[in-house]
């Protein structure tokens, strides 16, 4: 499979200022990219976050033909953890968020997005800073009914409390986007412990002004621990090179 669309990133991840283990992974394939946070009070969160970051990366490695077939792929990872928990004990009722993206096959410079929890994907292109992903949240469900402004979300007692995870259950309903990326986009890929302490703005400030995409991944860690670092801090910067737009 060929594709019109090349990346450069920079990835970084922390346990922050509070957690003693860091229950985040992350993963980069060949044009793949993949955060996923692994649910805080439940057993072995990390087991479950590398679990499906390993599926993804698996299920991707020979290439994605379409957005369907990468869906499919974080169904996988949802069926692997899902299987390993019940397999032993101490990982019983284990689970993990996930969001990810890919470059499709062909013209048009598409890349694909999925998404299932709270971390999200994020795209900062000429200026805006646009949320990609939809939190499967309840806060996020009190938005949609009406019965909180989004403006209400930042600090909200029930920020945390996810309606979809990875493993949890033995099937899950992942979202799935497709955007046509240009060139000089910057994706954002992040777990919550980014998003719950720097504020959008703040964000696209900093996908602004640190354009190497290392640099850019290390600062927005460092922003999130410097405002009190209350959970584990993981942060893919994804910037877009090439496309039929170049």
Request: proline share 3%.
């Amino acid at each position: 499979m060929t594709r019109t669309i090349t990346f450069v990133h920079g990835a970084a991840t922390h346990t922050g200022q509070l957690r003693r283990v860091n229950q985040d992974a992350f993963g980069v394939g060949d044009g793949v990219f993949v955060v996923a946070d692994g649910l805080g009070g439940h057993n072995a969160g990390e087991v479950a976050s590398a679990l499906a970051v390993e599926a993804v990366l698996a299920g991707t490695a020979d290439g994605v033909e379409g957005p369907e077939q990468f869906g499919n792929a974080v169904g996988a990872a949802n069926r692997a953890v899902f299987d390993a928990s019940q397999q032993d004990t101490g990982l019983h009722g284990m689970g993990t968020t996930v969001t990810a993206i890919v470059a499709l096959p062909g013209p048009g410079g598409r890349v694909a997005v999925a998404n299932v929890g709270d971390s999200r994907t994020s795209l900062y292109r000429a200026g805006d800073f646009i949320r990609v992903t939809k939190d499967h949240s309840r806060v996020q469900e009190m938005i949609d009914a009406g019965e909180i402004s989004p403006d209400d979300e930042w600090g909200h007692p029930y920020g945390n409390v996810l309606t979809r995870a990875v493993g949890l259950e033995p099937h899950v309903e992942v979202d799935v986007y497709v955007i046509t990326a240009e060139p000089r986009d910057r994706f954002l890929l992040c777990s919550d412990g980014l998003i719950d302490e720097v504020r959008e703005e703040d964000i696209a400030e900093a996908l602004w002004r640190h354009r190497d995409p290392q640099e850019c991944a290390d600062r927005l860690v460092d922003m999130a621990n410097e405002a009190g670092g209350h959970d584990n801090i993981t942060v893919i910067v994804v910037d877009v090179l090439a496309g039929d737009a170049a």
